[in-house]
Antibody, heavy 123, light 107 residues
Framework: EVQLVESGGGLVQPGGSLRLSCAAS????????MDWVRQAPGKGLEWVARTRAKANGYTTEYAASVKGRFTLSRDDSQNSLYLLMSSLKTEDTAVYYC??????????????WGQGTLVTVSS | AIQMTQSPSSLSASVGDRVTITCRASQAIRNDLGWYQQKPGKAPKLLIYGASSLQSGVPSRFSGSGSGTDFTLTISSLQPEDFATYYC?????????FGGGTKVEIK
């Protein structure tokens, strides 16, 4: 059974840093693209970042709102995905979800999601 | 960035109703579109990918159509468990962008 479990959320001051983790089980992490998606309280969904599979060189993509501040990494030996967030802003407050990407031809979709972890940026 | 405009933003419907939600892209995205259902306090769930392919395990009352810029999610006969918020997502290019969501409420 595929499972994704996020952890590492919490309260952090503006300008601070936080590292989120996503523990994957039930599949081989290195075979899959993995993404982070966030949702501010009471708002819609926002895509944050993507790491491609090992076969695609683990390359990454970021939303403009986080580029240069967030870094996505993965440890396939631990079957874990990480999101290092720095220079945090109040507008980064959100529930952060990791999601597995289903790739079909040239297209992709998020077929499995974690339960989310809440990040609150406040003084 | 590609803008995804979803409509309506909310709707009220009764059990058994046919419901249609639309998503319009600001430029052509082939069929690189998915539909997701989200219930309060829960992670989103994939319903449709590639604009019209039903994800495994999703009831057949859900269907998707469209290509290019205009897409539709249809629920043929609304069930009590379908009351939720629905989002479209384009995966044609970066940044990936979601529609603003459609909240389906009980009439």
């Amino acid at each position: 059974e595929v499972q994704l479990v996020e952890s590492g959320g919490g309260l952090v001051q503006p300008g601070g840093s936080l590292r989120l983790s996503c523990a994957a089980s039930g599949f081989t992490l290195s075979d899959h693209y993995m993404d982070w998606v966030r949702q501010a309280p009471g708002k819609g969904l926002e895509w944050v970042a993507r790491t491609r599979a090992k076969a695609n060189g683990y390359t990454t993509e970021y939303a403009a709102s986080v580029k240069g501040r967030f870094t996505l990494s993965r440890d396939d030996s631990q079957n874990s995905l990480y999101l290092l967030m720095s220079s945090l802003k109040t507008e980064d407050t959100a529930v952060y979800y990791c999601a597995r990407v289903l790739v079909y031809g040239d297209c992709a979709a998020f077929d499995y999601w974690g339960q989310g972890t809440l990040v609150t940026v406040s003084s | 960035a590609i803008q995804m405009t979803q409509s309506p933003s909310s709707l009220s419907a009764s059990v058994g109703d046919r419901v249609t939600i639309t998503c319009r892209a600001s430029q052509a995205i082939r069929n690189d579109l998915g539909w997701y259902q989200q219930k309060p306090g829960k992670a989103p769930k994939l319903l449709i990918y590639g604009a019209s392919s039903l994800q495994s395990g999703v009831p057949s009352r859900f269907s998707g159509s469209g290509s290019g810029t205009d897409f539709t999610l249809t629920i043929s006969s609304l069930q009590p468990e379908d009351f939720a918020t629905y989002y479209c997502l384009q995966d044609y290019n970066y940044p990936l962008t979601f529609g603003g969501g459609t909240k389906v409420e009980i009439k």
